[in-house]
């Protein structure tokens, strides 16, 4: 990093003075809201859609993109800061979609879970206001480059309502960046395990499968009466109005589906009401991409650190989805997923990306995977996802290559122009431990 | 025309040929000698031995002769077989015929877990293990039973009772409705084993090699107890156990890879196991000729799958495709291979598909001969019941067939079925011909009565003139007439014979050439009748030009049969696909060999003090490193292959893998299991192999699991994709066992209903380990004591591993996660005088890398997992750099059937958190875990001499964006990425053919079958699922 005077100024209140600080808590106080208008100068802009501008120019005012360009001649004088960031790359914040982050704090202990409400049908329930500032994880995420996240609440028929929120907040209203936008739906299996754990039976047709798409359509059904009529209704139903929003297109229903006939199943039932539809999973998606396409259907796909579905299945199949959906023209992006790793494993979501761009996508389509699409599909695309003038300063700078854990170093990140302190529990434990032993740090 | 024999209809009285010596008899004294006299037959006397228009003497239920030109006894009922069959009945080895149902038990999950039998009684501690039931003494003939397996041709039956591990003796009966002391042979016939815990309560075992382990032992517990004059205890079961030991020891198994299993404790313990397989022999035939064991197989063939939909067919694997189509050649291969065998109805929901399939395997290419062999000779052989049973020769008991014809036709029909000299009548014989052109009169009318159709359903009518004839309908049996019909058309003689139904009753005479006897009108007098023979039945001549026409394209069919036989022989007549090994998708057909490659100008990662080489040669050669240099030049018939811009690496090495391992992951029943082994349980038909050496892995530590301090001993593998899992074994590698700490051990996420298995704590845990050193040391002792005096003693499984550690010739990978019990176990393991070889997973091991560091204990970690349990919420992805700066030889591990196939890009998070060299990070992946197994002087580098396990990279190894582009083990190719692809294309092929074979059996009328996903267990440290 060449520093000239002006960066030194911002580096005094980020990156390594303050590891040397007392923290206040273990995790890194929330920035303060940009002041002074930043220019970021000489990287390798990687701007999301596409688009690669070598030798940047970024302005940031008032946390939004205020100019991006290819920077000609020398450095800026400007009035504000300026930051030689050269040889280096910018990237969009990543978004992550489907996840549990500030949900769950340790996975195993009950009492730290707060994604699984009990009951099969809660459109009511919502994310939002169980959403963790305070997580010890949410750190070493954004750390890697995720500064938006979709938390998402599980299991049921239909699990509630979901959030995006940016990873630095002093609580989940300063967090909330676009509030209740989808409602999850997890289609039933169309198969069954039998027996139970100590004496398994065979797989088995799901025999409640089509009671239960019943149950889905009735509820549809009456949701949609209940939110034309309800003024005429003496007592309110608190369920159907969660799902007044489907019907006005505020909210998505987000459907967690993999296998093929099953989509197919969820699309041609849920053609029957103008309803925005997203697909979670879609692990057989490229097997039906004409008829996503004639539908405008998403695919917000599970990792591509997946095993094939089936044994005989490519051995790269879950590496190239990505590639074949590319191709075909549908709308997707790449996520880690709701998983028992759905918060924790967040911060390997550009890897995620990675490796579909080792198997066909280029590493620009690779990157609007986790930055552009998400964006879209969340509907946030307005204000987030590349970087392009007068969108959100939400940006993170590499040493290297993002996408390949080998070169991916993330030295600063904004969010809407506020600079984060990458600091987290697990390079605070690296530190402590590196002085016990009288080792030199290699790293902060 | 005629034939004519008196057919005995069904036997009503029980046959008494052997007199039930000890009852009384209520009554007058009723005992026959019942002879019979079977004529002019095709008599198999044997299974390889035919004799045409042969006799058979049967007199009290046994043979009194048999073949050409023999006298009949003047006292025996003569029956004609002409044109019939007649073969000795067939035995099934594998029944539970005649036993009590067993009762399923209702434990629940929910239930408190068991820890010892609860069976009352000086039994064995397991309740598995039940030498001591003997189904002799529970048998009770069941005719219903016995019914479907008598019409399937079976004379005689092994039963016992299909429960438990040791299940104790069968017994041999015959199929016969007689008193339960007749029907048993011989009481105690064989002994019999699985692998299935079955209705036992207990935990233990809970996994397949839980099984093996407790059978093992069992073995030396009843030598112990054998051997031992002053005895301790009393134990009925191991008493048992040993009286079974002189009889036939029957192994039932679940597939190809337990026969190899059971093989091994049978050699073991110098035991030939006959094994009653699952039909799926075929796809690893060498290696099951190799055990020299006969077989009991079934033939269960599958039936298609319904694969009309193309989204339900997709989801049917591979291998079950397959199989569909080969599993009925599954005896022809067994017999090809000289493989002894016999078949059972075992498996088969209806007995009629017994014949179906059975004709089936012979059109599959099983040689009648052996299919004979497989019914009859064997059985008896195995059971040693040849003297009685088996062969149709004097005086051996008059259990027989007689069947319609050749019983391999698809049509033939078992007509009766004779046990003990028991006649069971099972479908009709072939009746009299009587079809031809008669004159019926009657009341002074001539009419012309014509007979056709076919024998047994004849078609009888009175033809007035060409257009109108009067169906007569009735009875020709056994010799007698009845016949009826209704003169209404007639109108001429209505007068005569009255409105309404004619009834002729009567007998035929003269070789059923004319009948008579009386009849009534139907105004109810009572008329003579007779019928005379004239000739064949005239045909229009319209018919005799379509029967000219049949008969030709009989001929012409038989013509395209003979044919069809020809081609056989040069298998052009129908395609089937072949056996891959393993046998499933990305299988090869041709064992792949080392070969000789140059690889040149390559970037090549030694991991030794030449670093890293730009441009440079590696030639592997007869499974070895050859060379390593610039310039290498090339000999004829060396492959040469470009690695420009690619790089060169040892392949990986997975130092905590949980693929390729069958039925249970965990003993987790007992907080000490050391005596079971992963070893015995590899799964060599794991696709996460070929998936595996597709991320550049060569090799890898197959774990138990993490559910007890003390888990089983370790399987090391290399990757020989397609080999057998003896032959996957990584010889060189040190004995290991899996150790572990934390929640796991102490079930802390197991919810409320394991709160009762020692230890529940980390205190405990130490205690666990202290007590069982403890006792493994005064065993020692022990066993040094009573080999001094020559005393017998009982060798403990357990125990023997537990010595093995601490006399440092088996070593601990413990799964651990923080501090505090990390360096409990490092001073335990010192207290004891030995070294914890590694600590695996070791999230804290950062905290205390100085004290591991002291202690030389290797920590291999996951690159960045935390945040799972509460164990690891300290832990940071920096571990790995961290350790290994403090000079902890160290590695990054899997854990994980998805990670292990990444490993590489799990080794560059040691660059990105730590910043520990590109170089270094690479050895956490290869060289390091090589150190951890002690296999450094094998494997880990390129180093001449090394073995050839390498790898070629497209790209930089650990960038996210390379790939494995040819794997190596032992030089030989396990996997190529361009020969990845062809077999994908031609994967495709194979399934889509069979796809379309599929559709012509549904279309044809064959039965078929809802796919269903097949679900694929991947297994992590802490599973508990059960592996029935």
């Known amino acids: 990093m060449k520093i000239n005077i002006l960066i030194t100024i911002l580096i005094a209140f980020t990156l390594s003075n303050t590891y040397a600080q007392t923290s206040y808590s273990s995790v890194p106080i929330p920035a303060k809201p940009q002041q002074s208008t930043i220019i970021l100068y000489g990287a390798t802009a990687h701007v999301g859609n596409g688009e690669v501008i070598e030798n940047s120019l970024i302005e940031l005012e008032n946390g939004k993109i205020i100019r991006i360009e290819a920077a000609k001649g020398g450095m800026p004088k400007a009035s504000g800061d300026v930051v030689d960031i050269s040889g280096k790359h910018v990237y969009p914040g990543f978004i992550a979609l489907n996840t549990t982050i500030g949900l769950s704090e340790v996975g195993a202990v009950r009492a730290t879970r707060d994604f699984a409400e009990t009951g099969g049908l809660n459109p009511n329930v919502r994310s939002i206001i169980a959403y963790n500032t305070d997580s010890r994880v949410t750190p070493t995420i954004r750390s890697n480059g995720v500064m938006l996240a979709q938390i998402t609440p599980q299991a049921g028929l239909i699990s509630g309502q979901s959030s995006v929120v940016e990873l630095d907040a002093w609580n989940w209203e300063d967090a909330a960046y676009k509030v209740d936008e989808g409602i999850y739906l997890s289609w039933p299996s169309m198969f069954t395990r039998s027996g139970w754990w100590a004496e398994p039976g065979g797989v088995k047709k799901n025999k409640k499968y089509d009671e239960a798409k019943t149950s889905i359509k009735n509820l549809l059904d009456q949701a949609k009466g209940y939110c034309n009529g309800k003024e005429s209704y003496e007592t309110k139903n608190l369920k159907l109005e969660a799902m007044c929003g489907l019907f006005d297109k505020s909210k998505k229903l987000y459907v967690r589906v993999g296998y093929v006939k099953a989509m197919i199943d969820v699309i041609n039932l849920l053609s029957d009401y103008d309803i925005e539809m997203v697909i979670v999973g879609g692990q057989d998606a490229w097997m039906i991409t004409d008829l996503l396409k004639e539908k405008n259907i998403p695919i917000v796909l599970n990792k591509t650190h997946n095993l094939p579905q089936r044994k005989h299945d490519d051995i790269d199949m879950p590496f190239k989805l990505p590639k074949l959906l590319q191709d075909a023209g549908i709308d997707y992006c790449i996520t880690i997923g709701s998983g028992w790793d759905g918060f924790w494993d967040q911060r390997n979501l550009a890897f995620e990306a990675g490796t579909a761009a080792g198997y066909g996508l280029t590493k620009e389509e690779a990157l609007a995977t986790i930055t552009s699409s998400p964006a879209k599909i969340l509907g946030i695309d307005q204000t987030v996802g590349t970087l392009e003038k007068g969108k959100d300063a939400t940006l993170i700078i590499s040493k290297g290559d993002v996408l390949d854990m080998k070169s991916s170093h993330i030295e600063m990140a904004f969010i809407r122009g506020r600079q984060l302190d990458l600091d987290n529990k697990q390079k605070q434990l690296y530190r402590k431990f590196m002085d016990k032993y009288g080792q030199e740090k290699k790293q902060h | ?1028």
């Open chain 2, 1 to 1028: 025309m005629k034939k004519l024999f008196l057919l005995i209809v069904c036997l009503t009285i029980t046959l008494s040929t052997f007199a039930q010596e000890t009852y009384p008899v209520n009554g007058v004294y009723d005992e026959r000698e019942d002879a019979y006299a079977f004529t002019n037959a095709t008599i198999y006397t044997h299974f390889n031995q035919k004799i045409e228009k042969a006799t058979l003497v049967i007199r009290d239920g046994r043979i009194e002769g048999v073949g050409v030109g023999i006298t009949i006894p003047k006292d025996a009922t003569v029956i004609d077989l002409k044109g019939k069959y007649v073969y000795p009945s067939f035995i099934d080895l594998y029944t539970s015929y005649g036993l009590p149902e067993l009762k399923k038990s209702d434990r629940k999950w929910s239930d408190p877990p068991v820890f010892v039998s609860d069976k009352k009684g000086a039994y064995a501690w397991n309740k598995t293990i039940h030498p001591e039931f003997s189904a002799y003494q529970n048998f009770s003939v069941n005719n219903e039973t016995a019914k479907a397996l008598k019409e399937a041709g079976f004379g005689a039956v092994l039963t016992h009772q299909k429960d438990g591990i040791a299940r104790g003796s069968g017994t041999f009966v015959l199929l016969s409705d007689e008193m339960d002391n007749e029907v048993i042979l011989k009481d105690e016939a064989s002994a019999h084993y699985s692998f299935k815990k079955g209705n036992s309560p207990q935990g233990y075992p809970s996994s397949l090699m839980g099984a093996i382990a407790l059978l093992r032992q069992t073995y030396l517990d009843a030598d112990w107890y054998n051997t031992t004059k002053d005895k301790k205890e009393f134990n009925i079961s191991l008493a048992a156990w040993n009286q079974l030991q002189s009889l036939p020891q029957i192994f039932e198994v679940r597939d190809r890879l337990d026969i190899l299993r059971a093989d091994k404790i049978g050699d073991e313990f110098d035991v030939q196991y006959i094994i009653k397989g699952k039909g799926d022999e075929y796809m690893r035939v060498d290696a099951i000729k190799q055990t020299n064991a006969s077989f009991i197989v079934p033939v269960t063939f599958p039936k298609a799958y319904d694969v009309e939909d193309p989204f339900d067919a997709m989801i049917v694997s591979m291998e079950d495709l397959k199989h569909w189509e080969l599993a009925p050649a599954n005896p022809a291969i067994l017999a090809e291979n000289d493989i002894n065998f016999t078949f059972t109805t075992d498996g088969l929901k209806d007995l009629k598909a017994f014949h179906k399939n059975l004709v089936k395997a012979v059109e599959r290419g099983l040689k009648e001969e052996a299919a004979l062999k497989a019914l009859i000779h064997t059985p008896a052989t195995l059971l040693d019941v040849q003297n009685h049973l088996g062969s149709l020769e004097r005086g051996k008991i008059a259990n027989f067939i007689i069947t319609s014809g050749n019983y391999f036709d698809k049509k033939t029909k078992i007509h009766e079925n004779w046990i003990h000299g028991q006649q069971l009548f099972i479908s009709d014989w072939d009746h009299d011909d009587f079809g031809g052109s008669y004159t019926l009169q009657v009341a002074d009318i001539d009419y012309q009565l014509d007979i056709e159709g076919e024998p047994g359903k004849p078609k009888m009518n009175i033809v007035l003139n060409d257009s109108t004839k009067i169906k007569v309908n009735g009875q020709l049996k056994d010799q007698s007439v009845a016949l009826h019909f209704n003169a209404a058309k007639d109108s001429n003689r209505v007068d005569k014979l009255g409105k309404g139904v004619i009834r002729l009753g009567g007998w035929m005479q003269e070789d059923g050439k004319k009948w008579q006897g009386k009849g009534q009108l139907a105004n109810g007098e009572w008329v003579d009748w007779m019928v005379n023979y004239k000739g064949e039945v005239k045909k229009k001549e319209e018919e005799k030009d379509k029967d000219k026409a049949k008969g030709k394209g009989k001929k012409n069919k038989k013509k395209k049969a003979d044919k069809d036989k020809s081609a056989d022989n040069n298998k052009e007549e129908e395609k089937y696909g072949q056996v891959t090994y393993p046998f499933l998708a990305y299988g090869w057909t041709e064992k792949p060999k080392a070969g000789t490659v140059l690889f040149q100008n390559a970037t090549v990662w030694t991991n030794e003090s030449d670093g890293i080489l730009e441009e440079t040669d590696v030639l592997i050669q007869d499974g070895k490193i050859a060379a390593i240099g610039a310039g290498l030049k090339a000999d004829k018939g060396v492959k040469v292959v470009d690695a420009t811009g690619k790089h060169l690496t040892s392949g990986i090495i997975d130092e905590h893998s949980h693929i390729a391992i069958s039925r249970g992951v965990n003993e987790g029943t007992q907080a000490s299991s050391a005596e079971v082994s992963i070893a015995d349980v590899i799964n060599s038909e794991d696709v996460n192999i070929y998936r595996q050496l597709a991320g550049g892995v060569t090799a890898a530590q197959l774990l138990h699991g993490s559910a007890n301090p003390i888990g089983g001993q370790s399987g090391i593998i290399k990757f020989r994709w397609g080999l057998t899992p003896e032959e996957m074994k990584f010889k060189e590698a040190a004995p290991f066992i899996k150790f572990a700490l934390g929640e796991n051990v102490k079930q802390s996420n197991w919810g409320d209903n394991n709160t009762t298995r020692f230890p529940q704590t980390r205190m405990g845990v130490e205690q666990v380990y202290m007590d069982h050193f403890t006792r493994a040391k005064e065993y020692e002792k022990q066993k040094a004591d009573a080999a001094k005096s020559g005393t017998s003693f009982r060798k403990d499984l357990e125990l023997e591993t537990l010595l093995q550690i601490i006399n440092k010739e088996r070593f601990i990978t413990c799964h651990s996660y923080v501090q505090s019990e990390i360096t409990m176990l490092m001073r335990v393991a010192e207290k004891f005088g030995f070294n914890i070889n590694t600590f695996t997973h070791i999230l804290e091991g950062y905290k205390i890398a100085d004290k591991m560091e002291k202690h030389g204990v290797a920590g291999s970690t996951f690159s960045d997992w935390w945040a799972y349990k509460y164990e690891v919420i300290d832990a940071i992805p920096h571990n790995g750099t961290i350790l290994h700066e403090m000079g902890v030889l160290t590695s990054f591990n899997s854990d994980d059937a998805e990670m292990g196939r990444r490993l590489n890009q799990e080794a560059a998070k040691a660059v990105k958190y730590g910043g520990l060299s590109e170089e270094e990070a690479w050895k956490f992946v290869t060289l390091n875990p090589a150190k951890m197994l002690h296999v450094d002087e094998h494997v880990g580098s390129i180093k001449v001499g090394k073995q050839a396990d390498v790898v070629l990279w497209s790209d930089h190894p650990m960038s996210i964006y390379t790939k494995a582009e040819q794997t190596y083990v032992d030089g030989v190719c396990y996997f190529d990425m361009e020969q990845d692809l062809k077999m994908r294309t031609a994967l495709n092929e194979e399934r889509n053919r069979l796809i379309q074979k599929m559709l012509e059996e549904k279309q044809g009328g064959g039965d078929t079958q809802k796919p269903m996903p097949k679900p694929s267990h991947h297994y992590h440290c802490d599973d508990m699922h059960p592996y029935e």
